[in-house]
């Protein structure tokens, strides 16, 4: 304790200098699986988190009725002339639904509406306000493993990067750590979208002479990664080049205002080279791996 | 009925409080889009035991922030321990040079460690990240660093009354203590 006492501060100043050179020279991610000292603060604090959430929860809800109620007489004039423009659209498109699926038996196209998902709701924002990840309340006990692809309705939302029994965590498609495997929809060439430390995304690694142009659909490739194929991701909203002449900025716009998600689907499917890995390696020799190699969270 | 002495009940209140601080900040701040209201209350609270704590109870609220910030967040791993550790180093060695009782001198130490944050977070992103947007990373963390040293001040003054509740517990009781002895 005298030890400590007198040199703990100049312990305390040597540490926090090492630590940067650890952290700086290492390739830090965030690791998939759980530690015990992780499990232990999930494990002691959830009681807490639990009654932090339902308070938050009954405040944010009273306040939302409370604004809803306002304009809810000019919202329902406003609902009623939608809802019978929305009556005839409806029967337009199951026109355009009967047509469209025949078109597909015809070319033999599997359609992948039989993927098996579960619904969450969010509960939390990353704290930091720079790294972007949001918490969902299913977790393992609802069938969620890390590595699972998270989607809205507008589009792909990220990847679960941690779980506990009753929550996981998703890692958002515009956080600096997340990689995605995606395709440009108009000419269907590939990059890999990479997030970034503000609100946009940046497409990477695109194939030689593609040409990408600013509005461009940006949608899922499927080739790897959790995502199927052709879910919206985003749009390009901005290309620029850097002062060398060469490197190329695409920056791409997220179809999913990430803000304003509350629910979300998880896909309950694993990424392909995943699966692929632990059919050849088995499952005891995938973890190992894992366990040794923290891999980056992503698609 | 449990009773408490002075300084357990300090040490509890301020794990307990260190929570909330973390909850809130995740479940109310995370949550809101504007860049304007993101208060990184965690910050401003490490940076307050920092200084006003021993060293020791300091060390333990601090990883007990960091373990919550991280259970949270999606920081790399070892972001937040590094950053507090950072924080509480830079603080203590601030707060020999400048008055604390000072607004402007807390505002100083304050604004100096929100912004070392946003350089490590900086410094961990790939050298394509760090050319093509520092634009919009400035512009994304100029408003949080703003509003979060400006409620830093307020803040300082409430963890003040809260350790003021309860006797010989903070470093400046401390300090006193060794000066009168």
């Known amino acids: 304790m005298l030890v400590f006492r007198r040199y703990g501060f100049a312990l305390l100043v040597l540490s926090a200098l090492i630590f940067p050179f650890a ?5 830090v991610a965030t690791r998939r699986d759980l530690s015990f000292v992780e499990k232990l603060v999930y494990t002691v604090s959830r009681p807490i988190e639990l009654v932090f959430n339902l308070v938050t929860h009954q ?25 019978a423009k929305l009556a005839v659209k409806i029967q337009m498109l199951q026109e355009v639904e009967k047509e469209n699926e025949r078109l597909q038996k015809l070319l033999n196209f599997v359609r992948q509406v039989n993927l098996k998902f579960v619904s969450g709701q969010v509960q939390s924002g990353d704290p930091s306000f720079l790294y972007k990840s949001i918490r969902l309340n299913r977790g393992e006990s609802e069938g969620v493993l890390p590595g699972m692809a998270v989607v809205a309705a507008e589009g792909a939302v990220g990847v679960v990067m941690r779980t506990v029994s009753k929550a996981s965590d998703v890692l958002l498609l ?14 269907r060439r590939r990059g890999m979208l990479e997030g970034s430390a ?13 040409r990408v142009l600013v509005g461009d659909e940006i949608v899922t490739s499927g080739l790897t990664g959790p995502f199927p194929r052709g879910i919206a991701v985003g749009k390009v909203s901005r290309i620029r080049v850097e002062k060398d002449g060469v490197t190329q900025v695409i920056e791409v716009e997220p179809a999913v205002n990430f803000a304003e998600v509350s629910e979300a689907l998880i896909l309950l499917r694993n990424s392909r080279e995943v699966d692929v890995i632990r059919r050849v390696g088995g499952g005891e020799w995938m973890k190992k791996l894992v366990e040794s190699v923290p891999g980056r969270s992503g698609g | ?23 809130f900040q995740a479940y109310v701040l995370g949550r809101l889009g504007s860049p304007w209201l993101q208060v990184d209350l965690a910050t401003v609270f490490v940076v307050y035991v920092s200084i006003e704590h021993l060293l020791l109870g300091a060390l333990v609220r601090i990883f007990i922030v960091a373990a919550l910030m991280h259970m949270f967040s999606g920081a790399p791993d070892g972001f937040y321990l590094m950053f507090y550790l950072l924080a509480l180093v830079i603080a203590n060695v601030l707060a020999k040079f400048f008055a604390l009782h000072k607004l402007s001198s807390q505002f100083l130490i304050f604004a100096g460690i929100f912004c070392l944050k946003f350089v490590l977070v900086y410094g961990s992103l790939s050298k394509f990240q760090r050319v093509a947007d520092f634009g919009s990373f400035f512009r994304e963390v100029a408003p949080s660093v703003l509003v979060t040293t400006l409620c830093s001040v307020p803040l300082f003054a409430f963890f003040s009354a809260i350790d003021g509740l309860f006797d010989a517990s903070s470093r400046r009781d401390h300090r006193q203590e060794l000066a009168e002895n």
């Open chain 1, 198 to 210: 503000g609100q946009t995304m940046l497409f990477k690694y695109a194939d030689r002479g593609s």
């Open chain 1, 174 to 187: 515009n956080d600096p750590n997340s990689n995605l495997d995606v395709i440009v929809a108009r000419n």
């Open chain 1, 23 to 27: 952290f700086y020279s290492s390739d």
């Open chain 2, 1 to 23: 009925m449990i009773r408490l002495r002075a300084w357990q009940a300090h040490a509890t209140l301020m794990i307990v409080l260190a929570m909330a601080i973390v909850y």
């Open chain 1, 59 to 83: 405040s944010r809800d009273m306040v939302r009725s409370y604004v809803d109620l306002r304009g809810a007489r000019g919202e329902a004039d406003h609902l009623k002339d939608e809802n």
